[in-house]
């Protein structure tokens, strides 16, 4: 093992569990001055944000951190924080479910576009960002974005979409996309890491940020068929009871 370097610092070359090199070690004053230091820069933080909530800013947009301390204090006396965890896990799931609405709608119209010439999205009252409309625009696609009222039909077979408006728009085929989200908070209250679509992000074996937690089918990431589910759930079993193995087997 070699040392040298300045005074107060110290770096060594040796061997760690990350392979031999150089590291840089600290005498332990100087160790005990950078936890003094960082602990100073939390309370200058927190007594900043103190001062400036109710001075510089409105309380409504930012409480202080003694305020909601007095309100966590309050709701988990009277038992009410899990209820507003769930409360705002909930919206944050339907946040993800419709950001997801027109986005899928858009995706779908242009998937379709290899199928026929004739394609028109409806997203049955939902916004499209003005970039998704240039874009459905620049590939003929056409976009109604009011409510539909009614699906028509002769004899079962689809003749035409009635809108709230009272228009109608005949069509001989409809496929729709419901979007991709949890029912539930579940995930999120295991612990477990989403993707940009809010389902639960997953490896290859189905595994999941969580240890011993396994998630296959539409709450996470892949295709939303059956047989994909059902490999997923296989998949996911052979790795639980290869885990399962490794533990109980010497
Ligand atoms: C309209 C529609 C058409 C489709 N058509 C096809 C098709 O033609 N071919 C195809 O391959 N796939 C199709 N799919 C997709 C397919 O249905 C799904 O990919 C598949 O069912 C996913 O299986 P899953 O087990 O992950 O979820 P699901 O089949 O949705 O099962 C989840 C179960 O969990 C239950 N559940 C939810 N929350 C809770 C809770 N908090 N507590 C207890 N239980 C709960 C639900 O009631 C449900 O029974 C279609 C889907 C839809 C919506």
């Not at 927190?46 to 309050?74: D, N, T, Y």
């Not at 779908?108 to 290899?114: D, R």
């Not at 047989?227 to 087997?249: H, P, R, S, T, W």
Request: glycine share 8%; aromatic share 8%; hydrophobic share 45%.
């Amino acid at each position: 093992m070699e040392r040298s370097g300045a005074q107060g610092v110290v770096s060594v070359k040796g061997e760690s569990s990350r392979g031999t090199g150089w590291y840089v070690s600290l005498p332990p004053e100087n160790h005990a001055r950078t936890l003094a230091w960082r602990a100073a820069i939390v309370v200058i933080c927190l007594a900043a944000w103190e001062f400036a909530s109710g001075r510089l800013i409105k309380p409504f947009w930012i409480s202080s951190p003694s305020e909601i301390w007095r309100q966590l204090s309050v709701w988990v006396a009277t038992g009410q924080l899990w209820l507003h965890v769930e409360v705002t896990l909930s919206e944050t799931l339907m946040g993800f479910a419709f950001g997801a609405i027109s986005g899928v709608a858009v995706g779908l119209a242009l998937g379709l576009k290899t199928w026929s010439d004739d394609i028109v999205a409806c997203t049955h009252g939902a916004p499209l960002e003005r970039r998704q409309r240039e874009r459905l625009a620049r590939n003929g696609i056409q976009t109604r974005l009011e409510p539909i009222a009614r699906i028509e039909h002769d004899d079962g077979a689809l003749s035409r979409i009635a809108f709230a408006s009272g228009e109608a728009l005949p069509r001989d085929a409809l496929f729709f996309a419901t979007g991709q989200h949890p029912q539930s908070s579940l995930a999120i209250t295991l612990g477990c890491t989403l993707n940009r679509r809010g389902t639960v992000k997953t490896g290859s074996l189905c595994d999941t940020n969580v240890p011993r937690l396994y998630v296959a089918g539409d709450a996470s990431r892949d295709a939303q068929f059956v047989v994909v589910a059902a490999a997923e759930g296989v998949k996911a079993a052979l790795a639980i009871n290869k885990a399962l193995q490794a533990e109980e087997l010497r």
